[in-house]
């Protein structure tokens, strides 16, 4: 599978868009990007995912670029309960999927 | 609908005492898995399976067991528990074809302490 980057760290202000990176740059053509958060010491909640195409759903929005070498995931409306650490996972569907260190977002009021 | 359930939610195991983590789910899921998460850190893959009578390891295997019986339950075994096991453990299940659908599902974490 190919490996991730991400800031270690960002912060948003309350209400307004918190756009996360992700670099992909090994990505292979059949590997998809998921992205999940966890809250505090809670379970990793699943956001969403994608393979070429940008992909939107009730909870964010993913932006693939072209080349499929880095995506965005975008929360539009942060909220102080968006804080919390998100993960850019990239691989082939169906079997183990493995998480880095991901991006501890902080939503301030 | 439970979900991925988890029991205990916490354990106090000493030194070279075995234990097994319970995880069950009630979502049909082929694909179940194991996670450790050490304080700040991300999550590491222990072992997984992709249907009854199949597992196989992940990053981290050594000093646990597992076997899938049923479709429902995963439990992860300690062996010989070690100060080094201490780790907050997830279990997460899906169905196969993962790419279809929304993903994992999780459930909320065992905390063990070996001391």
């Known amino acids: 599978d190919a490996k991730t980057t991400q800031p270690t760290s960002m912060d948003c202000a309350e209400g307004r868009a918190a756009n996360l990176p992700c670099n992909h740059s090994?990505?292979?053509?059949?590997?998809?990007v998921y992205w999940y958060r966890q809250i505090h010491s809670q379970g990793p909640q699943y956001i969403i995912h994608g393979l070429k195409n940008n992909e939107t759903n009730e909870m964010a929005s993913l932006i693939i670029t072209e080349d499929r070498k880095s995506s965005t995931l975008i929360l539009p409306h942060a909220t102080l309960r968006d804080t919390a650490v998100y993960y850019c996972i990239v691989r082939v569907g169906g079997n183990d999927m493995r998480f880095g260190a991901g991006t501890r977002l902080t939503v301030k009021p | 609908n439970a979900g991925v359930t988890q029991t205990p939610k916490f354990q106090v195991l000493k030194t070279g005492q075995s234990m097994t983590l319970q995880c069950a789910q009630d979502?049909?899921?082929?694909?179940m898995s194991w996670y450790r998460q050490d304080p700040g850190m991300g999550l590491r893959l222990i072992h997984y399976s992709v249907g009854a009578g199949i597992t196989d390891q992940g990053e981290v295997p050594n000093g646990y067991n597992v076997s899938r019986s049923t479709t429902e339950d995963f439990p992860l075994r300690l062996l010989s528990a070690a100060p080094s096991q201490t780790s907050v453990y997830f279990c997460a299940s899906g169905p196969a074809e993962l790419v279809l659908n929304y993903g994992y599902t999780f459930g909320s974490g065992t905390r063990l302490t070996v001391v």
């Open positions: 979502m049909n899921h082929e694909y």
């Open positions: 090994t990505i292979s053509g059949n590997e998809y």
